[in-house]
């Protein structure tokens, strides 16, 4: 079980690079080899990032030491927290997405490292993130760190083809 989200109307490269894989993965018969379908499956989809249950609410920490995501409802100012809370269908708008990323560009990369690492002594890290982290290896972390960076570009691409959906 997870969160899958896609991009709710890819246009341009984003659709071009859907249909590419699509069609690619598509065309996978029973003859195929093994090399056909690696090749196939390993294709981008820059429509859709996927986190499991914990990893959502990991993230979720993340945005909200970051000040991406907001509590509260109808506000403009980042991504509203109920919509990654649930995998309902929630449409996570392109202006939402725009405010959290206009947040997110005026944080230093130090900072998001930081978040991500979860030092207890740094202000405003919830106690979630640091409870998670905790228990994390320095190689997970810093595999979450290149993750993250996924993330953010999947949210640029969103915020450019009328946001994403959370299934």
């Known amino acids: 079980m997870g969160y899958d989200m896609v991009i709710e109307r890819p246009s341009g490269e984003v659709a071009a690079a859907i249909i590419a894989r699509n069609t690619a993965v598509a065309s996978l018969t029973p003859e195929s080899s093994a090399e ?9 989809n820059p429509g859709y990032f996927r986190l499991n249950i914990l990893g959502m609410h990991y993230w979720m920490g993340f945005m909200l030491a970051l000040r991406m995501l907001v509590l509260k409802r109808r506000s403009l100012s980042g991504i509203q927290a109920h919509k990654l ?19 997110y560009d005026g944080i230093t990369r130090e900072r998001v ?9 740094n202000d405003g890290v ?7 982290v905790g228990v994390r290896s320095k190689d997970e972390r810093e595999a979450d760190v290149a993750y993250w960076d996924r993330w953010i570009a999947f949210l640029r691409r969103a915020a450019e083809n009328g946001g994403f959906r959370v299934y």
């Open 113 to 121: 490292v930081e978040v991500i690492f979860a030092d207890p002594s």
């Open 126 to 132: 919830p106690q979630i993130v640091i409870d998670f």
């Open 36 to 44: 056909e379908r690696a090749l196939a499956i390993a294709l981008p």
């Open 85 to 103: 809370a649930s995998n309902d269908g929630w449409l996570v708008s392109a202006t939402e997405i725009r405010a959290a990323l206009r947040t």
